[in-house]
């Protein structure tokens, strides 16, 4: 009886890849000031989700933001952005990928969900951030919104390009 392994070697090369793609992003467009704005690590972690199971979606996720943490200071580790960053990317990516393994249709069907996680996570951090450092909680998680939503926007024209020109990954519901 052959088991199939938990990561494929395509899978791990995919990873590796996109995940290269996470750390050397940011530092780009922070360059221009613009990291926090179009949030680059983002997209390729999201996108990885298209090509590969949840659980490399979501090992990668997890480990990029804090990879990126230790060896450039972004994000930071005070206030805790990376580890909430690393959670919030590992569970989006899972989410993605795990939806796409189902329903490989619709990349913004599957994208949309994603991204709103995202979103209801970071507003949650926003507030809880606000909380901890005594600043206006309303205001800190409506302002992480507002600033990300070129990002947003910039993910749902990114991403499903990158699916479509890249090809759909062949995952069946048997296969998870």
Do not use: N
């Amino acid at each position: 009886m052959s088991r199939k392994p938990r990561f494929e070697p395509r899978e791990l090369a995919l990873g590796g890849l996109f995940g290269a793609a996470g750390l050397a992003l940011p530092f780009l467009f922070h360059l221009v000031q613009l990291g926090s704005v179009f949030l680059p690590m983002y997209l390729p972690l999201l996108a990885l989700a298209f090509f590969v199971r949840p659980g490399v979606a979501a090992a990668t996720g997890l480990a990029v933001p804090l990879l990126s943490a230790l060896l450039t200071g972004m994000p930071p580790w005070f206030p805790p952005v990376a580890p909430a960053m690393a959670l919030e990317l590992s569970a989006m990516a899972a989410l993605a990928s795990w939806a796409f393994g189902r329903w490989p249709h619709s990349v913004l069907a599957v994208l949309v969900p994603a991204l709103v996680l995202g979103r209801v996570f970071q507003f949650g951090f926003g507030w809880l951030l606000g909380l901890f450092l005594d600043l206006p909680p309303e205001f800190l998680s409506v302002a992480s919104m507002v600033r990300a939503f070129p990002g947003v926007i910039l993910m749902l024209v990114v991403i499903p390009s990158v699916v479509r020109v890249a090809g759909r990954r062949a995952v069946t519901t048997q296969e998870l």
